[in-house]
Structure formats: C-alpha cells, structure tokens
C-alpha cells in the first residue's frame, strides 16, 4: 500500500479527533457531548444515509427523469465518512485498542480498500437502484449497531460504487472539515449561521473553492470562506 494513503488516513482521523474535540468537548468518547447530550454515531450514519438517498431519483411519483445528483452524493458520503471515523475513535478509546496508527493500520488491510485507493470510475445513470440497495444495506447496519469494522467496509464498498476513490474523499473531506469548522465558529450550534449564501448552499461555495484552488492549504480556505461569509 503506497504510504501517502497511510498518511491521508492518519490526516483525517486527527482533524476529526481535533473536530470532536473542538465541537463536543474533550472526552466526548464517553457518549456524552460537554452540554450533557447523548452522541449517537449510528443515528448519524443512517440519517445521513436516507440524506443520500434524496440524491437519488428514487420517488415514482415526481419528478422521474431527473438524473441523480453525483456531486451532492459525494458530498453526502464525506458527511458519512465523518461519523463512520467518529465511530472508529470512539470505539478504540473505549475499548482500549490503540491509537490513530492502530485505526489506519486495520483499514489499509480490510478487503475493500485497495480497489478504494485506484481511480474511480464513474457510475452511470442506470446504476442508481443498486446503488440505492447499498446504501439502505449501510443504513440497516447503522440501525442494527453493527461495529466500526461492518460500517467502513459499507462505506468504501458503496463509495467504490458511486464513483469516489480515495484521493477524491481526502480532498473532499478536508474542505468540509474546514467548512464544519468554519460554521462552528460562526453560530452553527446556536442557530444562527447562514447555510443559503446568495441563493447557494455553503457546499456548493466550498466545492466552487476548492475547483478554483486545488492546492489551496486549509487556513487558506478557511479565510476564503469567510470573506465569502461576511460579504453576505
């Protein structure tokens, strides 16, 4: 396994410990956020789930020519992504199993992964239901609690189906990593923060970015984003 994907892995699990941390208070681990609310992984997978499957034509009675969206459903995967890796550092630290390294070391060997890492190819129109059957599969094992372990073989096995290859998520991950972030600090909790930024989704706006600026650095975006923010 080439070693940059070691490093993408470890990249992404230490910005969503950082976030967690950040967001839900030190030791959030324990199922409990710092205001004394329960956290819920599995809820948070399977909701984002059904989220995905919106990206779908799937309704029979509207809209039935619609093409489904590709990049929202890469988006919704990445918001996947972020609860499957909460998962798996909560599940290490309860149960005192290792560290980062001991996360990224399972999951490079898991049977899923190497077809993960190879370029993606894109999905067509016409494998939307099975595609669909897929994430309803990650969605009853969300439901049924099934482990860290279940979820990120679902996960990279339906991405690899939606046409989202490694280097895409990392890319993809850190710019809504950012974004999270970015609205935490603007009044995301309290209800305040502006998702709609003149008539787009702030999604949308940070994917814009990241188009104009592949090599942007994360500060960078950060402050791109909020020039963008405060000119609303």
């Not at 324990?30 to 799937?58: P, Q, T, V």
């Not at 599940?91 to 490079?108: E, F």
């Not at 372990?149 to 895409?168: H, V």
């Not at 972030?181 to 940070?206: A, L």
Request: with cysteine; charged share 30%; proline share 1%.
């Amino acid at each position: 396994m080439d070693h940059k994907y070691h490093q993408m892995l470890r990249e992404m699990f230490a910005l969503q410990q950082k976030l967690n941390d950040d967001t839900n208070g030190e030791g959030w681990e324990k199922g409990y956020n710092k205001h004394g609310r329960i956290i819920n992984w599995h809820r948070c997978i399977y909701m984002e789930c059904a989220e995905l499957i919106d990206s779908f034509n799937w309704k029979h009675w509207k809209d039935i020519n619609i093409a489904p969206d590709w990049e929202n459903i890469k988006l919704e995967l990445v918001d996947i992504w972020h609860f499957v890796m909460s998962l798996g550092l909560e599940m290490y630290h309860n149960r005192r199993l290792g560290d980062i390294d001991d996360i990224v070391t399972y999951l490079i060997d898991t049977k899923y992964f190497d077809d993960f890492c190879m370029e993606a190819i894109s999905p067509s129109d016409d494998d939307a239901v099975s595609i669909t059957n897929s994430i309803e599969h990650m969605m009853k094992d969300a439901i049924l609690k099934e482990s860290f372990y279940k979820l990120s073989d679902d996960f990279f096995s339906a991405s690899i189906e939606c046409g989202l290859d490694m280097q895409t998520l990392y890319t993809l991950y850190l710019g809504k990593n950012i974004l999270n972030g970015f609205r935490q600090d603007h009044g995301y909790k309290e209800g305040t923060y502006q998702k709609i930024w003149n008539g787009k989704e702030d999604n949308e706006v940070m994917m814009q970015l990241l188009d104009e600026s592949p090599d942007i650095t994360a500060d960078a975006l950060y402050h791109a984003l909020e020039n963008r923010y405060k000119a609303l």
